[in-house]
């Protein structure tokens, strides 16, 4: 099996050290990552400016890997690597593991999430795993194993070209994760704030505050599991359609005029 | 109605400018829109640097009006205007017109849908309008006409608070459009491809094409319905989650065993 593994952390990143090392068994490992953090670049992609490729050497003595670093954005580092860099097919992407967690409407913001759809785009099965941070660092080489067994669960169910599948393992401790879940995204609102700031030239500036939390959310979604401590597992698609508001629109649409100037 | 008017292509594009003279006689218009072009920038926000707000006066004479200019991602405009900078809360947000079509999965590189997918994450009714490019320049008057009419009957169907419809005007001509389709967002892929380029320091460095095609897609689709030159009407949610295989997966998730550590 040949695996492509990409992240938003970047390529110096430990999350995805730790993957790699949790995966490297299942086949040949090629990992693409962006040269620099890429949080919250959510699907944006390089257009006018090229894109560059550097080799990295990674890790130390047996667990010391080669890399591909490119100065672009996550999905940049998926297409590119498929579409030109690697010398064959790859049989399965993997995005992370990103130090945050992507529930909720953050799967928006997430560059760990778009690395992962970008392959399902490009009609590969695909996964993209992110840790809830705590109070502490996040424990990357149990949470690798964590994802590990997750992946190979979801490989023995059958992962096809263009699926998705979000993971996301909670906050560890001694009692942490408490299961596993197979849940919606939840939509709930994200609760923040931008707080004014001193500007060199004296003009409006403003920042985004760190406080940051989810407006409550209702029913089982990958939010409210993740919070009370289960690992979270999240099928998604890239088609945004809402379905019975299309069925509305399209009833709606059969008494409306002709277009003006029809 | 106050209305929040933003988009991708920047605050000098000649789309915003069409557009607001298309809906200023709606009510209140304030428009939010990035200081420089952010296509393709997706759903990035700004974390951790300032967004600076800068008052520009755009269009002459009686169509002069007042704008602020947000050196940031389309998404962060509408959170800043939403969460900072607006004195009463928005009753609509409407983004573009984008010099482009966004349809199919390119919605994902969208800074256009993405300035109206984060109004629907806020709450507020929203609408992204496109224009698709053809042979000559996009005739911006016309393309806001057109998206007028749509909005009016959107608006008499009623949008409600979070919801998301994503508006694509095809190529304009004698015979063109020629109607309106409310249809689903296609998930076929886009076909593309990268060029190796000289690199100053030798290193190795590609760039994106710029010839882009649908692969091809089947059933009546947004991408399929905007070629064929009709103005193409997606209703759009904020969750990803595939229902079918969430389904599936929780049904294999029964024969799980436990975590390991548990």
Redesign the interface.
Known sequence: MRILLSNDDGILAPGLAALYRAVVDLGEVVVVAPSHPQ????????????????QVGLGAGREAFTALSVDGRP?DCV??AV??LLPAPVDLVLAGINAGANVG?N???SGTV?AA?EAA???LPAVAFSADVGAQEVDFDRAA??CR?VLD??LA?GLHP?????VNIPVLGPDR?R??R????S?A??E???H??E?PQG??????GDSFSFAPAEGLTDVACLEEGY?T???????????P??D???E??KT?P???G?
């Open positions: 949080s919250a670049a959510g699907h944006a992609i390089t257009l006018r400016s090229p894109l560059t490729v550097q999905a297409r590119l579409r030109k409407i799967i928006f913001y778009a759809a785009m490009l009609r194993g964590l067994w669960r979801l169910c263009g699926q998705l599948v979000n994760p299961g596993v197979v849940v919606p995204q939509t609102g994200v923040d704030s931008y004014r700031q500007h003009l409006e500036s403003y920042r985004l690992v597992i999240t099928p998604l698609k890239v088609d945004l359609t809402d379905p508001r299309l509305k629109l399209a709606a649409q409306w002709a277009l003006p029809q």
